[in-house]
T-cell receptor, first 112, second 108 residues
């Protein structure tokens, strides 16, 4: 298996633009997690899905952030409009047991 | 408040055992302890978890004290590739909340 796949790996955009991050989980995993990591705040859970259904989105910072999981093999995290403070590394992880999460390589987002 | 406390950083000589401590004095009776690590520029990686018995797998050993207030992750023969941030985690609801972790530097 190729592991969790994230795209793009790097994204540079201007403030106000829409950003869409993509994730393909490991086949057979029924849970999917989106995290954000910054130097200041560390690794934060934004939202997680179980069987394609959002279970907890309490970590989503504000309405500018939204996440979807239309099927078991694809999820998106969208930021609209983006702001410089959204600059971070965004990780997607999947798992069949919530404690054993397999992380993707991350997307490094820079908003100027 | 964080459920775990770990030293900020540790050094270890290559080939020696690395012992990473973690305090979790408020852990409840049915809560597991989970360990992850994050190598630079990569996503975190699951290592091991345990409840009250010592656990061992191909990556590491986990020793949990009898009162369960602390645990130690042991890498028996550390290599340079084990240099990473190691996170000790106690579940919070249905989430794994990653703290600051311990930066382990393995030196030759």
């Amino acid at each position: 298996d190729a592991g969790v796949i994230q795209s793009p790996r790097h994204e540079v955009t201007e403030m106000g633009q829409e950003v869409t991050l993509r994730c393909k989980p490991i086949s057979g995993h029924n849970s999917l997690f989106w995290y954000r990591q910054t130097m200041m705040r560390g690794l934060e859970l934004l939202i997680y899905f179980n069987n394609n259904v959002p279970i907890d989105d309490s970590g989503m910072p504000e309405d500018r952030f939204s996440a979807k999981m239309p099927n078991a093999s694809f999820s998106t995290l969208k930021i609209q409009p983006s702001e410089p403070r959204d600059s971070a590394v965004y990780f997607c992880a999947s798992g069949s047991r919530f404690y054993e999460q397999y992380f993707g390589p991350g997307t490094r987002l820079t908003v100027t | 408040d964080a459920k775990t406390t770990q030293p900020t950083s540790m050094d270890c000589a290559e080939g020696r055992a690395a012992n990473l401590p973690c305090n979790h004095s408020t852990i409840s009776g049915n809560e597991y302890v989970y360990w992850y690590r994050q190598i630079h520029s990569q996503g975190p990686q699951y290592i091991i978890h345990g409840l009250k018995n010592n656990e061992t797998n191909e990556m590491a050993s986990l020793i949990i004290t009898e009162d369960r207030k602390s645990s130690t992750l042991i890498l028996p023969h550390a290599t340079l590739r084990d240099t990473a941030v190691y996170y000790c985690i106690v579940r919070e609801g249905n989430k794994l909340v990653f703290g600051a972790g311990t930066i382990l530097r393995v030196k030759s």
